[in-house]
Structure formats: structure tokens, C-alpha cells
């Protein structure tokens, strides 16, 4: 899948690479990644750790290294994400740890002053050769927003702050001489911006607005957009993914990116990959945090419906309420062959032991991958 800016970033970021499915790592930055449970094994946020699980993807040829933006803990008795490292020092140091993979930052725009954001991003885009991206996130956990000592803005707003923050920062990133920006939100006197990013126009974006708005503010504005999927099965990716693509082709002339989340438990037996599932969710999990979440995620974002988020309670504990990839290699393969015959080109994988699981992906699921014609075999450096 290609965007109309690959032909320029295709050399550096691997996002641009042609393979047909795509790897990420999602939240290896933040205390528990993105599991809501107390069963051994879970997330701690240490250097070491969040370098080892970064390293090893690299190694196996993931595309994209992506934290997540958190500045405050869910309660319950994980805290979840409650401790957590700032993203972007965190992908300047991951850059230069790592060695091919695409390395993120994830942005709340009311957090970031464009012209700050602008040049750290600009900053880690060289550090890592032109491999860096930028995940635009609009925020929605109010407490953590509220610390900031601004009330939260109205959902719909929040996009169109959104968008002009990014036309400042892409204005920063492209434009040779001074300028003055005065719109509803930000004033810019002179604006100067060297060096320009390695990757040209500018780095590559991400966006996983799931409301109207916010899907449509992907399709817009984004390299690389998501879609949340409330069920589960071929049909229903495949009518969020058309949904999607065609919002960007139609109206905005666009070739996006459309990826999801995952989670996965991988076990030699679908009977042991399922009784584990439901030990660290029924049996660990953190239903005081989810409570939390999901009562916050319902007033806050428009991205799933209250009725969906009820039921999605135990998917939110398993991983941040994305795709089960539950079972044996040869299982999760096959989900990731539907998912990507459903059209989409990748997802961001989390599990309960990054550490464990990660490598017994890249040794039991990737050769899979592989084999069915979804992925080269990477090259270790
Ligand atoms: C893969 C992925 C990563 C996300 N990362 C963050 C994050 O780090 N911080 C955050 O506050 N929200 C994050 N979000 C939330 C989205 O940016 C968005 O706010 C949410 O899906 C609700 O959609 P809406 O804003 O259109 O209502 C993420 C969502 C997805 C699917």
C-alpha cells in the first residue's frame, strides 16, 4: 500500500516497504502495555525492558515501534499505564537503539506547542536516518488532559485544533522562509524551522481517530489511519476498511494506510492459549481500571458505542480492546491472512510478557507469515 508521499519516504521508513502485512508494537513505553491485569509476567516500565522489546522487534523486521501517550494512571490495582515515559525523548533514544524499524511519537496536540513538536520530531527523524513517525492523538482521558490546567475541549473542537496544529507544524517542516500563522488558535510570528526533516515532504503520520469525526480527520490527514473493529469477523473488517479507504479516496483524493490493534496469546494448543486468556483477564484482570476506562472513553470519545463498550470490557483488559490473535501459530496466521484479505495492510500487536511472547512470535508466527506471501524475512543488522 502506498501513499502520494511514498515515492520520497519510501527509501528511509519502512512504512512505505512493500510488504503486504505489517508489524507494530504497541505500547511498549507505558506500565502494563496494553493489558489491564495483574498475572506475572506483565509490563514494567524500565529502560531495559522497553529498549530489549524495541531491539528484538527490530531485529525481526516490525515496521513500526508505537508508545502510547499517557500522563496518567487508570487506578484500580495496576495503575494501569500509570507509569509511563514521555514519548517523544523516548523514540530519540529508541532511534538510536534500533536499527530499521519505523520508530513513533505520539503527540496530545493540547499538550505540545506545534513549534516544540515540530522540531522534536524533525530532531528524531535524523537521528533515525529518516525512519520516524508521528501518531497525532486529540486526547481523551480528561484527568490526564486536566493536569495540564485546562479544561478538556468539546470532542468535535478538539479535530479542528488538531488540524491546526498540524497545518503549523507541516508549515515548519516545508516552508524556507519566515512566516506569520494567525488562526483561531495559534498566532505565529516569523516561523523558522531548520534543518527540514530527512523525509521529505515531512514524516510520516499517523492518526487512530475512531468517531466520524476522527476517521474522518484520518482519512485527511493521514499516512497511516485504524479502524476499531467491534466484531470479529472477515465481513465486519472488511466493511470498516472499504469504509475508510473510500472516505480518503472519494473525498480527499488519498491512498491511505488502514491497520488495527491486536492483542495475542499464542500457546502450542488453542485450549492452552484460551484458558491463559481467560486467567489474566477473569481471573487477574483489573476490572476496578477498566471501570475507569471505559466510563471516561464513553463520555469522552464518540469511537464506540456504550453498548459495545460494556461488552468490550474484557477486550479492553486483554489488550486495549483489540483483535484476539488467540490460539496457535498456525491460528493467529490465519486471522492475519483474513485481516489482511479484508484489506487491511497491518496491526500493532500487544501481549501480557512482551519480553516472552514477543520472540515466540518472530520464531513460531512470523516464518507463517512468511510462507502464505504476507512478509519478506527480514534482514538482522
Ligand atoms: C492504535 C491506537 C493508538 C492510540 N494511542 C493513543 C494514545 O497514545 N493516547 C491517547 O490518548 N489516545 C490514543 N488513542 C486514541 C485515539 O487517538 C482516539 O482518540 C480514540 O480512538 C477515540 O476516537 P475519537 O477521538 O475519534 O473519539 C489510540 C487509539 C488507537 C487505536
Not at 173 to 189: L, Q
Request: aromatic share 12%.
Amino acid at each position: 500500500m502506498s501513499t502520494q508521499f511514498a515515492d520520497s519516504r519510501v527509501r528511509t521508513n519502512p512504512l512505505f516497504n512493500d510488504n503486504r502485512f505489517k508489524l507494530g508494537i504497541f505500547g511498549p513505553n507505558v506500565s502494563n502495555g496494553c493489558a489491564m491485569t495483574l498475572a506475572e509476567g506483565r509490563l514494567e516500565t524500565t529502560w531495559p525492558n522497553t529498549r530489549a522489546i524495541c531491539t528484538a522487534a527490530d531485529q525481526a523486521g516490525f515496521e513500526a515501534l508505537v508508545p502510547v501517550a499517557r500522563w496518567k494512571g487508570f487506578g484500580g490495582p495496576t495503575n494501569f499505564n500509570g507509569s509511563c515515559f514521555e514519548t517523544y525523548t523516548w523514540a530519540a533514544a529508541i532511534a538510536e537503539a534500533t536499527r530499521q524499524a519505523g520508530v513513533f511519537s505520539t503527540s496530545h496536540v493540547p499538550t505540545v506547542h506545534p513549534i516544540m513538536a515540530a522540531k522534536q520530531a524533525t530532531t528524531i527523524d535524523h537521528v533515525s536516518s529518516g525512519r520516524f513517525a508521528l501518531n497525532i492523538v486529540c486526547g481523551w482521558f480528561q484527568p490526564e488532559l486536566e493536569m495540564f490546567g485546562a479544561p478538556i475541549m468539546e470532542h468535535d473542537v478538539r479535530y479542528d485544533y488538531a488540524t491546526e496544529w498540524l497545518d503549523v507544524v507541516k508549515r515548519l517542516w516545508t516552508t524556507e522562509d519566515e512566516f506569520d500563522y494567525e488562526g483561531r488558535f495559534f498566532k505565529i510570528d516569523k516561523g523558522f524551522h531548520e534543518p527540514k526533516p530527512i523525509q521529505q515532504p515531512f514524516p510520516a503520520i499517523m492518526n487512530a481517530g475512531g468517531s466520524p469525526v476522527g476517521q474522518r480527520w484520518a482519512a485527511k490527514h493521514a499516512d497511516m489511519a485504524f479502524v476499531a473493529l467491534e466484531k470479529h469477523d472477515f465481513e465486519t473488517a472488511q466493511a470498516r476498511v472499504g469504509a475508510l479507504r473510500g472516505l480518503a479516496r472519494d473525498d480527499y483524493g488519498r491512498d491511505i494506510q488502514v491497520w488495527n490493534s491486536s492483542y495475542v496469546v499464542c500457546r502450542p494448543t488453542e485450549k492452552e492459549a484460551v484458558d491463559y486468556l481467560n486467567y489474566y483477564v477473569r481471573e487477574k484482570g483489573d476490572w476496578e481500571a477498566v471501570e475507569n476506562l471505559t466510563r471516561i472513553f464513553g463520555m469522552q470519545s464518540l469511537a464506540l458505542p456504550k453498548e459495545v463498550l460494556e461488552e468490550f470490557k474484557f477486550h479492553f483488559i486483554a489488550g486495549w480492546s483489540g483483535f484476539p490473535l488467540v490460539g496457535t501459530p498456525e491460528q493467529i496466521a490465519d486471522r492475519i491472512l483474513m485481516l489482511s484479505r479484508a484489506g487491511i495492510d497491518g496491526t500493532v500487536l500487544s501481549w501480557v510478557n512482551y519480553q516472552e511472547e514477543l520472540p515466540q512470535f518472530v520464531a513460531e508466527v512470523l516464518p507463517l507469515l512468511e510462507q502464505a506471501g504476507l512478509r519478506k524475512p527480514a534482514q538482522p543488522t
